[in-house]
Each structure stands twice: as structure tokens, then as C-alpha cells.
């Protein structure tokens, strides 16, 4: 238990700030997140200077990053405070920042210091600032670095490779299964994934990858206590268990349009390389890309056919010179390569990876071949959810013959029964690989 001092506009007194949290104490539950730079010669802040901290992000609001560089010249944040409640902000600041100091001033009229900040760590959440040893390295050296990190759960661990996965919202049925095949191949690798937990490719990959033991961090456009959207909550919930969420925004900020771009920088920043699986030509998903090109990260793109809406941006990508890449072994060579190997990498355990490599090339799925009219409608199934009678105009097309409805169910229903075939919506079917 620490004691916080309070002075100011609501009178002077001392308040317990109790070091809690559902992961123990602060201290701990950074040194777990093996996030790069832990030197002795960096001090870690305490917890009085975080609830400090806490304060002022708030106070100052986001997008604030020039105010707070202006403040950051006139003392540490409880001078900062009591400057504030006291009035005295104002007439050290330029006629830029007047308004800023007024939204200050409101905002600090009956806030608890120590209060907020003990309830938010009572809530498992932690904060971290970009001048302690426990702030990832990575996200260090972005342009534009967060000021502080929010996060549940665990950190990425520096020594290990990360990648984000990420694409469209509303994907398709082989966007969902190559971002389930890229997740859970990355997890048994030992490869870290980072994505924003969005509806569509961002969640199917990160929760592949918890299903297969990996860990998986998702960078929220919210307070890290919010879950969005609310259909992930399952996956919400799995990263908070097994891997991490985090976010630069407070605790409690609800879900805006304009808070997304910028946590985009987050999520390459984290990355040694980004993958985008599925997305149209103007598409959120290059934002990340943009972002992760100036921050000088590797781009990789699945390709995709150029009548599909949601490959023309992966197509466009590669146009531009993104790697492309058709299987989660191209990518793990690339971030496995000797160069990559020699920097010690970590090699996952229980995998047979040599030490030439770093990586044990995972299980893929196997395409299977089948006789008869099995065999015949496996050849014409897609992995994109097609009509039944577009099937059967397919079939009878390619191998001269009829084929009548009852006996095409059959036959679809046997090979989905066998895994090689899925059934969507009732009267759709489509192909996937046999794991």
C-alpha cells in the first residue's frame, strides 16, 4: 500500500492507493509481459506517479499529444495538477492552450486521484508510460508513439517474432478459412499475433491462434474495460485469459470513428511484419498498411481473383511491391530466415525446429481426392459459398450429364460429413482443405 498526498482545490489529506489488479501487483505483471528494455538504469514509475499519469491523459484529452509535450516543460503531472486545480495553469500557457486549460480545470473539479486510479487497477488494467523500461521497444521507435499503454492481460514478448493479421470486416468463406489456416499455423510456430479483435479477419485469425495455445494481442480503438465490437465477446474474454488487449485510449472511452485510424500505427508498431488476407481497394485495412510501410515493417498480401471485391486490395498491394505470399510457411520463412535465426530468436519448444531455421513448418491442410461423383463435385466446388443450383449447372456443364437435385444433396452432404465440403446457410456449399 502506498500513501498518495492530495493538495489543492479539495483540501489536503492522504488516501490509501492499495497496489491491486486480478494479474498482482503492477511490478509483477510487467516484469511477466517480457517487453524489451528492462535495464536497471531506467526507473520504473511508481504508482502515485502513475495515478498522476492517469489523470492527466485524461484531463488533456486525446489527440493531445503537442499539449502534453507543452506541459511536459512545466513539472512532473502532480505539479501538473496542482497547478491546475489551484488556477495557475492558465497563465502559464499560451494563448493556443487557454481552452485546453478551462477543459482542464472542469475536469479536475472533484476528481480523485488516487480513487480513480485504485479503481481502475482493481479492474485488471495496467498503464505503462513511454519513458519506463516495461514500454515495448518496438512501439518505442514509431513516429508518433503513444504517450502511455493501457492494457489487460499480457504484453507481447519482446524475444519472439510478431505478426498482424488483419482484413476485411465482412469477409468472405476463403478469407475465413485462410485466416484461420495463417492463425493457428502462426500459433504453432511460435508467432505472436496482433489485431484490432474486429469482426471478420482480424478475430478469425487472433482466435485461431489462442485455439491452437498462441498468444494473440488485440489493440482496441476504446477503453481496454470496453469490449468492441459486442460479438466478440467470446474472443474478448479468451485474450484477456490468454493473451492481452490494450489500447491508448482511458479506460471507459466508448467506441468512435476517429479513434480507429490512429490506433492502426499501434498494431504495426507492435509487428515485425503485416499480413493482410482479404480487403477491398479502399479499405480501413490500408491504413495499417501505410502506416506499417513508414514505420518500415515488412507487407505481405494473399492474392486473390480479380473479380473478387475483397481482393482488389491485396491485388493492389502487390502491384506496389507487398510480398505475396499463398501459405503461412512463406511467410515463416521469411521471418525464420538465417539472418533472423543468428539474432537468437526463440525456438518454440516441442516442435523439432532446427536451429537453421527457427521454425518447425506446421501441419497445413491437405486437398484430398475422391473417385466417382464425389470426386466430380469436388472438382467444381469453390471455396466461396455457392448455390446448389449453380452447382449443379457446373456439374452438368463440365462432365456432360445430369445430375438430379436429390442425388447432388447426397453426394454434398456425404463429402461435408467427410470435412472435405461445408454446408452454409442451408442450400450453400463449399470447399475447404482437410486438416
Request: glycine share 14%.
Amino acid at each position: 500500500m502506498k500513501v498518495v498526498e492530495r493538495t489543492g482545490a479539495e483540501g489536503t489529506g492522504t488516501e490509501a492507493l492499495e497496489r491491486t489488479g486480478a494479474e498482482g501487483t503492477e511490478t509483477e505483471a510487467l516484469e511477466r509481459t517480457g517487453a524489451e528494455g528492462t535495464g536497471t538504469e531506467a526507473v520504473t514509475a511508481t504508482e502515485e506517479e502513475k495515478a498522476y499519469m492517469h489523470w492527466l491523459y485524461q484531463a488533456a484529452g486525446m489527440g493531445s499529444r503537442g499539449f502534453l509535450r507543452s506541459l511536459s516543460s512545466l513539472g512532473r503531472p502532480e505539479e501538473i495538477y496542482r497547478m491546475t486545480v489551484s488556477g495557475a495553469l492558465a497563465g502559464k500557457l499560451s494563448e493556443r492552450y487557454q481552452k485546453k486549460a478551462v477543459q482542464m480545470t472542469a475536469f479536475s473539479r472533484g476528481y480523485d486521484v488516487s480513487g480513480a486510479y485504485r479503481r481502475m487497477r482493481e479492474q485488471g488494467i495496467f498503464l505503462v508510460t513511454e519513458e519506463e523500461p516495461q514500454f515495448p521497444e518496438r512501439l518505442a521507435g514509431i513516429p508518433d508513439k503513444p504517450y502511455v499503454l493501457y492494457f489487460a492481460g499480457r504484453l507481447p514478448q519482446a524475444e519472439k517474432k510478431t505478426v498482424a493479421l488483419i482484413g476485411a470486416r465482412d469477409c468472405t468463406g476463403y478469407g475465413r478459412f485462410m485466416a484461420e489456416q495463417f492463425g493457428a499455423a502462426f500459433a504453432k510456430a511460435g508467432v505472436q499475433v496482433v489485431s484490432g479483435m474486429a469482426r471478420g479477419i482480424d478475430g478469425i485469425g487472433q482466435s485461431a491462434a489462442l485455439r491452437e495455445g498462441g498468444y494473440s494481442l488485440g489493440v482496441l480503438g476504446c477503453g481496454v474495460d470496453i469490449c468492441y465490437p459486442r460479438e466478440n465477446r467470446e474472443l474478448y474474454e479468451a485474450l484477456l485469459a490468454k493473451g492481452g488487449v490494450c489500447s491508448e485510449y482511458p479506460p471507459g472511452t466508448g467506441p468512435r470513428a476517429v479513434l480507429f485510424p490512429p490506433r492502426n500505427r499501434i498494431i504495426s508498431g507492435f509487428c515485425d511484419a503485416v499480413l493482410v488476407v482479404e480487403a477491398r481497394e479502399k479499405s480501413g485495412t490500408l491504413i495499417t498498411v501505410d502506416m506499417a510501410l513508414e514505420q518500415g515493417r515488412e507487407v505481405y498480401a494473399l492474392p486473390g481473383r480479380a473479380t473478387d471485391p475483397l481482393s482488389g486490395g491485396c491485388n493492389s498491394l502487390i502491384r506496389q511491391g507487398a510480398g505475396l505470399v499463398s501459405s503461412p510457411e512463406e511467410v515463416l520463412e521469411e521471418l525464420f530466415g538465417e539472418r533472423g535465426a543468428s539474432k537468437g530468436n526463440a525456438i518454440p519448444k516441442g516442435t523439432g525446429a532446427s536451429r537453421g531455421t527457427g521454425w518447425a513448418r506446421p501441419a497445413q491442410g491437405k486437398l484430398v481426392f475422391l473417385e466417382g461423383v464425389q470426386g466430380e463435385l469436388l472438382e467444381i466446388l469453390d471455396f466461396n459459398p455457392l448455390p446448389v443450383q449453380e452447382l449443379k449447372l457446373r456439374y452438368e456443364k463440365k462432365y456432360g450429364k445430369s445430375i438430379i437435385l436429390p442425388v447432388l444433396f447426397k453426394e454434398l452432404l456425404e463429402l461435408c460429413a467427410a470435412g472435405c465440403a461445408g454446408q452454409v446457410g442451408g442450400g450453400y456449399f463449399m470447399r475447404v482443405l482437410k486438416t
